[in-house]
């Protein structure tokens, strides 16, 4: 195996930050586009939980987070210092108590007694901490964008996708600028770009 093997999801979000962090650093990766329900039994074989993203390292390391992705990319080039720029505690509350609600308030069928508007809220109240801190700095990691930034804003589209009028509405004027650069940048544009599915030969 000459490169690392990545499976990912186009959507997903979690895939969609391991791609930034891939893409920035330069890093030569073999792309295996998926669908979340035809998984590939290559990749169940190597991680059983049947999760994206997955990365396949030529020495048989597997890496099955998300963030464990980001971090071995950027440890082997970082060319915009992205490391340096690392709030772990914004990203667990990302991870945490806001994915906790966003799952809730986009698929609500898929949970008893999910209240999609209580959650909606819920979920406003952990922008505004975002909000707050964009308000004095262009991005979450200070004056350029970074691991913070990359970690979470595939999160924050997925909650504006879900209503985006409602989303324009609110106000945080700095976090729908913050989301706006982000997707009008070259880097989101390349980490988007369609892949045909992926087949296994033979």
């Not at 990912?8 to 998926?34: K, T």
């Not at 390391?61 to 210092?81: F, K, R």
């Not at 009028?165 to 390349?190: M, N």
Request: glycine share 6%; charged share 25%.
């Amino acid at each position: 195996m000459a490169e690392p093997i990545l499976y990912s999801f186009r959507r997903c979000p979690y895939a969609m930050r391991a791609r930034l962090a891939l893409q920035v650093s330069g890093v030569e990766i073999e792309h295996r586009e998926i669908l979340l329900r035809e998984k590939p039994a290559h990749m169940l074989e190597i991680s059983p939980k049947g999760t994206v993203p997955v990365v396949l390292l030529p020495d048989g390391t597997v890496l099955e987070e998300s963030l464990d992705v980001m971090l071995w990319a950027l440890g082997q080039n970082d060319p915009e210092g992205w490391l340096a720029r690392k709030d772990d505690g914004l990203i667990a509350a990302n991870d945490g108590p806001f994915k906790h609600h966003l799952d809730r308030y986009k698929y609500p069928n898929r949970y008893d007694d999910a209240h999609p508007i209580k959650h909606r809220s819920a979920c406003l109240d952990q922008l505004k901490v975002l909000e707050t801190q964009l308000q004095s700095q262009p991005f979450l990691s200070g004056e350029m964008r970074g691991f913070t930034d990359a970690a979470i804003m595939p999160f924050i589209r997925q909650f504006a996708n879900t209503d985006r009028e409602w989303f324009d509405a609110q106000p945080c004027p700095a976090l729908q600028q913050w989301l706006a650069q982000w997707l009008a940048s070259d880097i989101f544009g390349k980490v988007m770009a369609k892949h045909e599915l992926w087949q296994p030969e033979g």
